[in-house]
Structures are given as C-alpha cells and as structure tokens.
C-alpha cells in the first residue's frame, strides 16, 4: 500500500487541522471577540477547522454519493477560508509592531494551518476526481 493510498493523509488532516486553529483564526479572534462576544467570534473562526474535519470524515467512509460529496466540498470551502486566514495571520505577524503573549502559538499554528489546508485541498480534488466529480 502506498502512503497516498493509505488512510493516513486523512489522519493527520484531523489532528493537524485542530492544531491549525491556534494560527489564523486565533488572530482573527482576536479581533472578532470585543465586537461579536466569545461564543460568535469562536464559532465563526472555528467553523472552517470544522468544516475539514467534517470533510475529511466524509472522505473516509465507503461508497460515494452526493451527500458525501457536498460535506467534502463545504471541507473545501473550510480549508480554502482556513487558509486565507492563516495568510491574514502572517500579515497581521509581519506588520504588528505589538507582539501579544500568543504569538509563539499562533506562528505553530500558522506553521501547521497552512501545510494542512494544502494537503486537504489535494486529497479533495484527488478524491472528487475519483467519484467522477472533479476536473
């Protein structure tokens, strides 16, 4: 078996992809939390992360049909959001002239953010080619 056909891209997509939320959106929720409150700015940054894990869940599973396609696609949409902001995050790193106490966390994060929202938008677009859906 070689390693991309083997479950394990998937596997760390869940794992990393929790991890990826301490990037960008972390400094998005920053931003969010004195204007929206916690439970809105966490949901709102979190729910690209989620949306992945969903997908890659979806990815998982035998059998390929519509229903697991759309929760594949909002994955996309989550890893595509995901990855904007952990490229706002290094803007905002790059240009703040304030370092803040998470910093360290966020730059891990945005280290682990951006490989993992890539490596998602491939295994989407190989497994959307797959089921006859893709380019």
Not at 15 to 32: D, E, K, N, Q, R
Not at 42 to 62: E, R, S
Not at 84 to 94: D, E, F, I, K
Not at 119 to 134: A, F, H, K, M, P
């Amino acid at each position: 078996m070689r390693f991309r056909d083997s479950p394990l891209p998937e596997i760390l997509i869940k794992v990393t992809a929790l991890l990826s939320a301490c990037g960008g959106p972390l400094v998005i929720y920053g931003f969010l939390k004195p204007r929206l409150g916690v439970p809105v700015a966490f949901g709102i940054c979190f729910l690209p992360i989620a949306l992945m894990i969903f997908g890659t869940l979806f990815m998982d599973i035998d059998g390929i049909g519509a229903f697991q396609a759309r929760f594949v696609r909002l994955g996309l949409a989550g890893a595509l959001l995901a990855l904007n902001m952990h490229l706002y995050g290094v803007y905002v790193l790059a240009t703040a002239a304030a370092r803040g106490p998470d910093d360290g966390l966020t730059i891990v994060g945005i280290i682990v953010g951006i490989p993992t929202s890539a490596v998602y938008i491939y295994l989407t677009r190989r497994w959307l080619s797959r089921c006859g859906e893709g380019d």
